[in-house]
T-cell receptor, first 112, second 114 residues
Framework: DAKTTQPTSMDCAEGRAANLPCNHSTISGNEYVYWYRQIHSQGPQYIIHGLKNNETNEMASLIITEDRKSSTLILPHATLRDTAVYYC?????????????FGQGTILTVHP | GAVVSQHPSWVICKSGTSVKIECRSL??????MFWYRQFPKQSLMLMAT?????????EQGVEKDKFLINHASLTLSTLTVTSAHPEDSSFYIC??????????FGSGTRLTVV
């Protein structure tokens, strides 16, 4: 699986947009970009995933560059409850699910 | 939505005893489940992949005789930590493949071996 690079930590003010970057320059054509987050002492929570196109759901937006070598997760209006470790992972999807390999992720701290 | 139910959420056991952790898929069938371990302030490390009706595939460095995985049905996978020692104290998390968004995770089990 392709590796990802994320900043170790980021801060965001409550109510503002949180933009979390991820580099995945060795991503393969069949690999999706997945985003999960983990709040302390809980299992990871799915946020969003995409292959080529930008995606949006009730939690977040995912912007994938045209060359697919990087992506940005956007939390449009961050709240204190969004404080968590955010993991960007690339892995085959569709009918070729493989194991997920977690990196160190980004610790996002949302402050009042 | 589909959920993976993991039990117990925490357990304390004496050194040398065995502990079983259960992971059940609710409302969907999980042909494949994954087991992870997470030490404090570290990321999740994949331990093994279990497939219903067959032997689990363990990651390098994970002792298969110590961490017994059983996936006897499409809705249940279990991880048994045998002869647990304090160094096995960790946060154990299961995961299943869910077509709608890839993977869904259990809530985790905090194991403390004293």
């Amino acid at each position: 699986d392709a590796k990802t690079t994320q900043p170790t930590s980021m801060d965001c003010a409550e109510g503002r947009a949180a933009n979390l970057p991820c580099n995945h320059s060795t991503i393969s054509g069949n690999e999706y970009v997945y985003w999960y987050r983990q709040i302390h002492s809980q299992g990871p929570q799915y946020i969003i995933h995409g292959l080529k196109n930008n995606e949006t759901n009730e939690m977040a937006s995912l912007i994938i560059t045209e060359d697919r070598k990087s992506s940005t997760l956007i939390l449009p209006h961050a709240t204190l409850r969004d404080t968590a470790v955010y993991y960007c992972i690339v892995s085959p999807g569709g009918t070729s699910y493989g194991k997920l390999t977690f990196g160190q992720g980004t610790i996002l701290t949302v402050h009042p | 939505g589909a959920v993976v139910s993991q039990h117990p959420s925490w357990v304390i056991c004496k050194s040398g005893t065995s502990v079983k952790i259960e992971c059940r898929s609710l409302d969907f069938q999980a042909t494949t489940m994954f087991w992870y371990r997470q030490f404090p302030k570290q990321s999740l490390m994949l331990m093994a992949t279990s497939n219903e009706g067959s032997k689990a595939t363990y990651e390098q460095g994970v002792e298969k005789d110590k961490f017994l995985i059983n996936h006897a049905s499409l809705t249940l996978s279990t991880l048994t930590v045998t002869s647990a020692h304090p160094e096995d104290s960790s946060f154990y998390i299961c995961s299943a493949i869910l077509d709608s968004h890839g993977y869904t995770f259990g809530s985790g089990t905090r194991l403390t071996v004293v």
